[in-house]
T-cell receptor, first 115, second 115 residues
Framework: AQKVTQAQTEISVVEKEDVTLDCVYE???????LFWYKQPPSGELVFLIR??????QNEISGRYSWNFQKSTSSFNFTITASQVVDSAVYFC????????????FGPGTRLSVLP | EPEVTQTPSHQVTQMGQEVILRCVPI?????FYWYRQILGQKVEFLVS????????KSEIFDDQFSVERPDGSNFTLKIRSTKLEDSAMYFC?????????????FGEGSRLTVL
């Protein structure tokens, strides 16, 4: 069965600091998909990134970057020069199903960016 | 930008009452989902729906729950006789499906409070 662990329950940083959110997953499948979602205080879930298991290239999108390491089953998320608006709960998720039928979410990491 | 819409945003009900939560997925999407998030906890999969039938459901999705796509646009979640522990945020999501799970597009959620 698949499993997602986000060991950091809460993180606080001061604005402009860099912060990395950890995600470790477990799966027996060779084909799987990893995701990050953001949940701001307003409550909605906002898609950030999808990565499939065959693509280990790291990705950068503005201040966001993701580091996918199959050898350690990790898919970490870094925010560079954090801003107050980055304050949210961030969820890592895993899907083994080719049709995305059953996402498993990690428990989430609450990030607080202080001014 | 197309989005998933959910109604109501918040519903308060008495224990034992029936509740229907409504969702309008993105129009060209083929897969529909309901997820649940108890306050402060992780997002949990309830059910996925494809081609007018349930394709997968979790242990949470017992006989008290049902889903329906009564017309070409709405996707509903019914809780037949609500319990206190059904109090949660319920998220509807949809995806294009096809080769590999695309991103799940989530609605803003319907908060259910059972008294």
């Amino acid at each position: 069965a698949q499993k997602v662990t986000q060991a950091q329950t809460e993180i606080s940083v001061v604005e402009k600091e860099d912060v990395t959110l950890d995600c470790v997953y477990e799966t027996r499948d060779t084909t799987y998909y990893l995701f990050w979602y953001k949940q701001p205080p307003s409550g909605e879930l906002v898609f950030l990134i999808r990565r499939n298991s065959f693509d280990e290239q790291n990705e950068i999108s503005g201040r966001y970057s993701w580091n996918f390491q199959k050898s350690t089953s990790s898919f970490n998320f870094t925010i560079t020069a954090s801003q107050v608006v980055d304050s949210a709960v961030y969820f890592c998720a895993l899907s083994e199903d080719n049709y995305g039928q059953n996402f498993v979410f990690g428990p989430g990491t609450r990030l607080s960016v202080l001014p | 930008e197309p989005e998933v819409t959910q109604t109501p945003s918040h519903q308060v009900t008495q224990m034992g009452q029936e509740v229907i939560l409504r969702c309008v997925p993105i129009s060209n999407h083929l897969y529909f989902y309901w997820y649940r998030q108890i306050l402060g906890q992780k997002v949990e999969f309830l059910v996925s729906f494809y081609n007018n039938e349930i394709s997968e459901k979790s242990e949470i999705f017992d006989d008290q729950f049902s889903v329906e796509r009564p017309d070409g646009s709405n996707f509903t979640l019914k809780i037949r006789s609500t319990k206190l522990e059904d109090s949660a945020m319920y998220f509807c999501a949809s995806s294009e499906g096809g080769r590999g799970p695309g991103e799940l597009f989530f609605g803003e959620g319907s908060r259910l409070t059972v008294l």
